[in-house]
Nanobody, 124 residues
Framework: QVQLAESGGGSVQTGGSLRLSCTASRYPVSVYCMAWFRHAPRKEREGVAAIDRWGSATLVDTVKGRFTISKDNVKNTLYLEMNSLKPEDTAMYYC??????????????????WGQGTQVTVSS
């Protein structure tokens, strides 16, 4: 079965950086749209960044200029490089994948596969 496994979360201070990874099994990251979502306490889970089959990326306004989504098709891994972190970035971060090559936004029901999440905590 498909498995997505996130890693790289941790605790940093404001302005710090982290790089999240999502390693996929039985799911080719080279073929499908994949995304990063986050779920902060007392908030709805929200999409953060998505990347399509051809590497075209979409990021929400709150992370533009600070976060970068990328993937390594050989390693079959999705990444989220996070710089200039803020306390409001504190959340559980999840990678997700769907079965279309293009990304059509962050409607969560479009994404068929989800990882277990990795916690990111940013202190002021």
């Amino acid at each position: 079965q498909v498995q997505l496994a996130e890693s790289g979360g941790g605790s940093v201070q404001t302005g710090g950086s982290l790089r999240l990874s999502c390693t996929a099994s039985r799911y080719p990251v080279s073929v499908y749209c994949m995304a990063w979502f986050r779920h902060a306490p007392r908030k709805e889970r929200e999409g953060v960044a998505a990347i399509d089959r051809w590497g075209s990326a979409t990021l929400v306004d709150t992370v533009k200029g600070r976060f970068t989504i990328s993937k390594d098709n050989v390693k079959n891994t999705l990444y989220l490089e996070m710089n200039s972190l803020k306390p409001e970035d504190t959340a559980m971060y999840y990678c997700a994948g769907e079965f279309r090559s293009l990304c059509y936004g962050f409607t969560q029901t479009d994404y068929d596969h989800w990882g277990q999440g990795t916690q990111v905590t940013v202190s002021s």
